[in-house]
């Protein structure tokens, strides 16, 4: 009789279409390829580092082409607007943008755009910077970490190669112990002249082939070592890591705007160091793209408090974008929505705290799927995981831009696949729908700047004498 009970206990689920998840004996479904090898995404992964798996070398196969189909339609009206229901969600941005638009001296946009694995290989927002730039001014790529932090990871428009001779700590793990990753969610650490990164403009292209500032951050600490910037194969800088306690540092250096190559190198470790970057003087537009692989919007928490404040500062974006939910959505239900509303309000308010002047955009993930015997649905987190990043962005004063709806809803994964535009693992866009993707956010963002120039823009306001003192 226990028998009997225990099997029929086990077949009620069974019966029941919405009981899937408490099912005992289902076979486990197969996980989907995915474009390129993921880091850890568990909240268990280890603390402490590993040895880069790759050197970083050029990808061209990677690149996004130098005219991409999308481009071709970047002056038409986006499928769907950017949702603000405050009308004040871009005041900062925007006032920034028409001073660059009047081409006043020196002035720089900047945006820095955190993202999981589509930025992780610069796709969207490569399309934004590429597109800004194109009708703003290009200045500069923006920030780069020091090396690949995962295998697959690549920017486009610029030159980088390192050596695997570098220890990382991520955020999606291993954990540094002590919090600290920089801007871009990773901490390098090289312990010898085995260590060393290269950076140049492209040789050949229309995007990226000018540099007139490289910056490299890191951490100054006690004992730290020494590490050699060596600009155009002849100038050396030497700059020592040593502090009396940690310390996140700038380091800057001026050059004939043009095109260079700069290479990062240990002279004596350990050189703890965190990212580079390429800027040139305004007026322009900078898009900082940060990629972190496996990620979720909760895990930049795991960055320490004071210490990303201070990096985030450091790079005074004008505009912050965030988008993530590839793999919240690979997550399912397994964590709720009520607790992913709570951590993203968390993340978005440290952000407003570092950067209280700073516009503010959140971005939905594009719709996955899972199959289903021979169909391909939408994976039934999506809708949930839309509106609460919608409900996330309203209460953060953030503007939301909805790619799921404006892909067409559920469905639309298997519709873009039909396509071309959407990956086998039915998850991640194609190079041309990602392109597609960052086409709309341009489109969406230029619609809300024409309508913010008809009202509120035009003119010099209280928010450009602010925006002067600050750039003082």
């Known amino acids: 009789m226990a028998l009997v009970t225990l099997a029929a206990l086990i077949a009620i689920p069974y019966a029941i279409p919405g009981a899937k998840r408490v099912r005992l004996l289902s076979a486990r479904e197969a996980e989907p390829t995915r474009t390129a090898p993921a880091a850890s995404d568990s909240a268990t992964a280890p603390v402490g580092s590993v040895k880069l798996a790759d050197e970083t070398t050029d990808h061209p196969e990677l690149a996004l082409p130098e005219v991409a189909p999308a481009a071709k339609e970047k002056t038409k009206p986006p499928p769907r607007p950017i949702e603000d229901p405050t009308g004040r969600a871009f005041s900062a941005f925007f006032t920034k943008l028409a001073r660059v638009e009047r081409k006043e001296p020196g002035t720089v946009a900047r945006i820095l755009h955190y993202g999981d694995s589509l930025l992780a290989v610069d796709l969207v927002a490569s399309t934004l910077r ?166 979720r919007l909760r895990f930049l928490d795991q960055e320490n408090d004071a210490h990303w404040a201070e990096a985030l500062q450091s790079r005074s974006p004008d505009l912050v974008v965030f988008e993530f939910g590839l793999n919240e959505a690979a997550d399912d239900f397994a964590y709720p929505m009520d607790r992913y509303k709570e951590t993203a309000l968390a993340v978005l308010a440290q952000v407003r705290a570092a950067l209280p002047n700073a516009s503010c955009l959140m971005v939905s993930p594009n719709d996955t799927a899972i199959k289903r015997g021979t169909d391909l649905v939408t994976r039934p987190v999506m809708p949930y995981l839309v509106k609460a990043q919608r409900e996330v962005a309203e209460k953060s004063g953030c503007a939301f831009f909805d790619v799921y709806q404006a892909m067409g809803g559920w469905g639309s994964m298997a519709a873009w696949i039909r396509k071309g535009l959407g990956g086998p693992d039915y998850t991640h866009p194609t190079t041309i729908g990602a392109d597609t993707i960052g086409t709309w956010l341009y489109r969406a963002l230029m619609e809300r700047y024409e309508n913010w120039r008809e009202t509120d823009g035009g003119t010099p306001t209280v928010m450009d004498a602010a925006l002067d003192a600050k750039s003082d």
Not at 174 to 197: E, H, M, N, Q, T
Not at 212 to 224: E, I, K, M, T, W
């Open 130 to 295: 590429r597109q800004m730039q194109e009708r703003f001014g290009d200045a500069g790529h923006g920030y780069m970490p020091i090396a690949n932090p995962t295998p697959g990871y690549f920017h486009n428009d610029v030159s980088r190669r390192a050596s695997t001779e570098w220890m990382v700590s991520r955020v999606v793990g291993p954990f540094s112990p002590d919090g600290l990753y920089g801007l871009g969610g990773v901490s390098f650490i090289g312990s010898s002249k085995a260590a060393w990164a290269r950076y140049a403009t492209p040789s050949k292209g229309s995007f990226g082939r000018a540099v007139s500032r490289f910056g490299v951050q890191y951490l100054a600490q006690p004992n730290g070592g020494d590490f050699e910037i060596l600009i155009d194969g002849s100038e050396k800088e030497s700059i020592s890591t040593s502090a009396d306690a940690p310390k996140l540092v700038t380091w800057e250096k001026k050059v004939a705007d043009g095109e260079h190559t700069f290479e990062l190198r240990v002279m004596k470790g350990p050189v703890r160091a965190f990212g580079t970057w390429f800027d040139r003087d305004g007026p322009g537009v900078i898009v900082d793209s940060v990629g972190i692989q496996g990620a």
